[in-house]
């Protein structure tokens, strides 16, 4: 057993989540983490991720910076978040997530246990 420090601008591996939005995976299973994630998504002002779902694992999100919007697309309804507040979406629940406009949201999280089609 070990500790590793990661950092957010050397050790992440880009993946995509959408037009308008950047996605890093920090902790994951390509840097040897086998039971958790934790991603970087900082979606730009009036941008959303495609719609994201993760059918083995449920995912949470904290909301580090800005105000936006989870969607739930399966049934409609629409969340409004803001910095400070926690997602957590159950296993199997196709969302996206959505900055309001001129105002960028980064949500620091993932699904647990990894998802590997998100990578």
């Known amino acids: ?14 993946f995509d989540i959408g ?37 083995d694992s449920e995912a949470t999100y904290f909301i580090a910076q800005g ?12 969340f409004d978040v803001q910095k400070g507040k926690m997602l957590l979406l159950d296993q199997g629940t196709r969302y996206a997530l959505e900055a309001n406009e001129e105002e960028t949201m980064i949500c620091i999280g993932g699904p647990c246990p990894p998802d590997p089609a998100l990578y």
């Not at 086998?34 to 779902?53: A, D, F, P, V, W």
Request: aromatic share 4%; with cysteine.
């Open 1 to 14: 057993m070990e500790i590793q420090i990661k950092r957010l601008d050397k050790d992440g591996h880009l």
């Open 19 to 55: 037009v308008g939005c950047r996605a890093r995976a920090i902790v994951w299973p390509g840097m040897g983490a086998i039971y958790r994630t934790m991603n970087y998504l900082e979606i730009s002002g009036g941008h959303k991720t495609r719609e994201i779902i993760h059918n």
């Open 67 to 78: 105000t936006g919007k989870a969607i739930d697309v399966d049934s409609g309804k629409i």
